[in-house]
Every structure is written in C-alpha cells, then in structure tokens.
C-alpha cells in the first residue's frame, strides 16, 4: 500500500520555466512533509519541509505547497535551472516534524531540465 | 555541519558471504539512525530503527536475522547483510535524526551479490 505517490515518474521543462512536482497522500496522520532531491548512487539531500499548520512555505526558488484537504502537495521551481535535473522525492512523517519518526517516501520524479 | 559518513560507497560480494555497511555521524550525535533500502526505480523503503544503545525496531517483512543492525555509540550504526543473495542487491542508505533539525542522509552503499 503506497502512502506517498508522485504518479509522475518523469518531468521535462525548459530551463527558466517553472517545474512542478506533485506528491499525494493517503495517511491522514501524516503531518509533516519533505522534498528531496537525489542523484544516481547517492543519498538524498534535503530541500524544503512544511508542517501541515501551514499551507505554504517558500525558500528561494524552492516552494511547497499543502492542501490537506486533498492530501496533495506540490514543489515549485522557479526558475528551473539544468542543475536542477534530479530525481526529486516526496516524503512524509507523522511526527509533527520530531526527527525521530520514521519517513515514508514516495517512488520519486525524474526532474529533467533542458538548456 | 550535519554530515553523515557512509562506506562503503560500492561492493561486490559472493553469494553466502556477509557484508558490513558502516554509517558515522560526524560532527553531531545521533540518537537515531534509519536505515533503507532502494530498488531500481523504486521508493526508499525503511528497512529498520536503531536507537543507540537499544535493539532496533524492524519494519514488517525485513528479516532482522538477515540485516543485522548495530547502533553501539552515538556516532556509529552498522548494517550487516548476512548469507547475502543476488536478490539482496540493492541501494542500501542509512539517515541519522538530529533533534530539531531533522534527517541528514548518508552517500549510499550499493551492493552487487554474485
């Protein structure tokens, strides 16, 4: 049973343009996300996080945001930048954010950005 | 600051034999460390829970007789694949929690049973 979906496996845009990715959830105890960016053969590396007391939050080109009421949430980059191709994974926890709670991840998307 | 020191990066190791993935956090203590486990194309999928000091709690249909986990100090956990198998090939990553910080990865270890 997968709790965390990001049905798009692959996203292509145009360097510039803005890329969206989109994450769905099923477990109503979730209530605190993460985004993650991840490169063949190494480990994730953090982006941006949001609680779900918040339906957005924003850190230079990186945005999350939450709508609880669909269990969806959505990463925006823009500008999209080449070095931005990765794969990008949802994850969620339903620890209030405590790090000491188990994620949850979805299959990721392969984010490609064209020059 | 944050970092969390994996190795190896790559091994290759005959089926039977067993394998040791080493995971330091090294300028920070971790009471936690997560370790996962990612097949092609596929999700991390949260193998088990060490916490320093204590037994680690495994997620349901990981073999805890198979993947050993030992988290003895607050800056080493260990992953040992026993009687590895071809089908134990696999992305093995470890994560530490830092209190208020959230998780910090380490590199990955991919292993190839043959």
């Known amino acids: 049973d997968q709790q965390v979906k990001q049905n798009s496996p692959s996203l292509s845009v145009q360097e510039g343009r803005i890329s969206i990715l989109n994450c769905d959830y099923t477990?109503?105890?979730?209530?605190?996300f993460l985004w993650y960016k991840k490169y063949p053969a190494e480990g994730p590396t953090f982006l941006i996080s949001?609680?779900?007391?918040?339906d957005k939050n924003e850190d230079g080109r990186f945005t999350v945001f939450l709508n609880k009421s669909a269990k969806h949430l959505s990463l925006h980059i823009v500008p999209s930048q080449p070095g931005d191709s990765a794969v990008y994974f949802c994850a969620a926890s339903a620890g209030s954010g405590g790090s000491n709670y188990k994620l949850t991840f979805g299959k990721g998307t392969l984010l490609t950005v064209n020059p | 600051g944050a970092v969390v020191s994996q190795h190896p990066s790559w091994v290759i190791c005959k089926s039977g034999t067993s394998v040791k993935i080493e995971c330091r956090s090294l300028?920070?203590?971790?009471?936690?460390m997560f370790w996962y486990r990612q097949f092609p194309k596929q999700s991390l999928m949260l193998m088990a829970t060490?916490?320093?000091?204590?037994?680690?709690?495994?997620e349901q249909g990981v073999e805890k007789d198979k993947f050993l986990i030992n988290h003895a100090s607050l800056t080493l956990s260990t992953l040992t694949v026993t009687s590895a198998h071809p089908e134990d090939s696999s992305f093995y990553i470890c994560?530490?929690?830092?209190?208020?910080?959230?998780?910090?990865f380490g590199s990955g270890t991919r292993l190839t049973v043959v």
């Open positions: 477990n109503s105890m979730f209530d605190y």
């Open positions: 060490s916490n320093e000091g204590s037994k680690a709690t495994y």
């Open positions: 949001i609680s779900s007391i918040k």
């Open positions: 994560s530490a929690s830092i209190t208020g910080r959230g998780y910090t």
């Open positions: 300028d920070f203590q971790a009471t936690t």
